[in-house]
């Protein structure tokens, strides 16, 4: 089944413990691409990647990185999270860019006490 | 930097009515997409609609690209349809940009 994976769903975790939320998708796409969501403000993007090793910074960058070493696999890493980075993550793919068809992973759920 | 503006921000219609959301955008697009979030959270692509009218069902979708806005028509709406409506915009230089969404309650 064609499908976008993050690991985990949900996370419970502390100011400054470095986390890795993990993406993975089987459709053999170039593009993909982070977002958080949080209320009254809709999805905005954190950081997306067009192929391997390139990376590019979205609208709200700070406090995150990302890695693109396999084709299949999009990394979000948060070095050192702090309470305003609890939020909904979601990841995306698409085939050949931000223009086509982006499918979504189901989200993540991050908590920073 | 691009801005999307949707409206309404809540509409609350009974079963079986007709519903149309609106997209307005600041600028020049490459592509325009519509998605619709779930009361569970899952996102769905429901058109990639850059200019035109495309239909699905009781969706369809109308870009008007030169006047920079998109519609999104439901008709005949059923509770399933509940949840958020997005759109987003690829500016052409590889960022996708949301709208806040239009919230949709469809009540039984």
């Known amino acids: 089944e064609a499908q976008v994976t993050q690991n985990p769903r949900y996370l419970i975790t502390v100011t400054g413990k470095k986390l890795t939320v993990t993406c993975s998708q089987n459709m053999n796409h170039e593009y993909m691409s982070w977002y958080r969501q949080d209320p009254g403000l809709g999805l905005r993007q954190i950081y997306y990647?067009?192929?391997?090793?390139?990376?590019d910074k979205g609208d709200v960058p700070e406090g995150y990185k990302v890695s693109r070493k396999e084709k299949r696999n999009f990394p979000l890493i948060l070095e050192s999270p702090s309470p305003n980075q609890t939020s909904l993550y979601f990841c995306?793919?698409?085939?050949?860019?931000?223009?086509?068809?982006?499918?979504f992973g189901p989200g993540t759920r991050l908590l920073v006490l | 930097g691009i801005q999307v503006e949707q409206s309404p921000p809540d509409l609350i219609l009974q079963e079986g009515a007709n519903s149309t959301l609106r997209c307005n955008f600041s600028?020049?697009?490459?592509?325009l997409q519509w998605f619709h979030q779930n009361p569970w959270g899952q996102l769905i692509n429901l058109f990639y609609?850059?200019?035109g009218t495309k239909q699905n069902g009781r969706l369809s979708a109308t870009t008007v690209a030169t006047e920079r806005y998109s519609l999104l028509y439901i008709s005949s709406s059923q509770t399933t349809d509940s949840g958020v409506y997005f759109c987003a915009v690829d500016e052409g230089d590889d960022k996708i940009i949301f709208g806040k969404g239009t919230r949709l309650h469809i009540l039984p």
């Open positions: 995306a793919s698409s085939y050949g860019g931000a223009g086509e068809t982006q499918y």
């Open positions: 600028d020049s697009v490459n592509n």
């Open positions: 990647s067009m192929n391997v090793e390139v990376t």
């Open positions: 609609i850059p200019s």
